[in-house]
């Protein structure tokens, strides 16, 4: 048996925060706005997940009125999803991203994106992919006001020790 799982998420880019994108600091004068960290990567990775077993979102899971997740590391928030219990006996069998941002150039940081993820899943970097696009200046996202990430990935049964 296998299950797909598809995520989606945007934050509002803001002065006087930082942008993480896969649980990697991408140096810019702007960053995402949230509760947590704002990692949108991780965030529609993290849904993507959740949603292949039909475990509800990341809003259920880490509620942005809990001043618990505040400022949290998205990397570590996605860590606990997958040790759940009900997550574990899964495994990554790969990976497909999409950000959307107009700026900053990310094609730079791809590579450190990627292995960013793949260490998180205990994948190989091979499993794991990251594109980018820009929106042709058009939309809040071609506008500079927000990023967005789209994430599909597969997971089949874990071998059991
Ligand atoms: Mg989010």
Do not use: C
Not at 51 to 56: D, H, I, K, Q, V
Not at 144 to 153: C, D, P, R
């Amino acid at each position: 048996m296998i299950r797909i799982g598809h995520g989606y998420d945007l934050h509002r880019i803001v002065p006087d925060r930082p942008l993480i994108l896969g649980g990697v600091t991408i140096p810019w004068d702007r960053g995402l706005l949230g509760h947590s960290d704002a990692d949108v990567l991780l965030h529609a990775i993290t849904d993507a997940v959740l949603g292949a077993l039909a475990l509800g979102d990341i809003g259920r899971w880490f509620p942005d009125t809990d001043p618990q997740w505040r400022g949290a590391d998205s990397a570590a928030l996605l860590r606990q999803v997958l040790a759940d219990p009900r997550v574990q006996p899964w495994r990554l069998v790969n990976l497909d991203a999409t950000l959307q941002a107009e700026r900053p150039k990310l094609a730079p940081h791809m590579d450190a994106i990627r292995q960013s993820i793949a260490d998180i899943f205990g994948a190989d970097v091979a499993a794991v992919s990251v594109k980018a696009k820009t929106m042709e200046g058009t939309g809040p996202i071609g506008q500079g006001e927000a990023i967005a990430a789209h994430a599909v990935l597969l997971l089949e049964p874990a071998p059991q020790p």
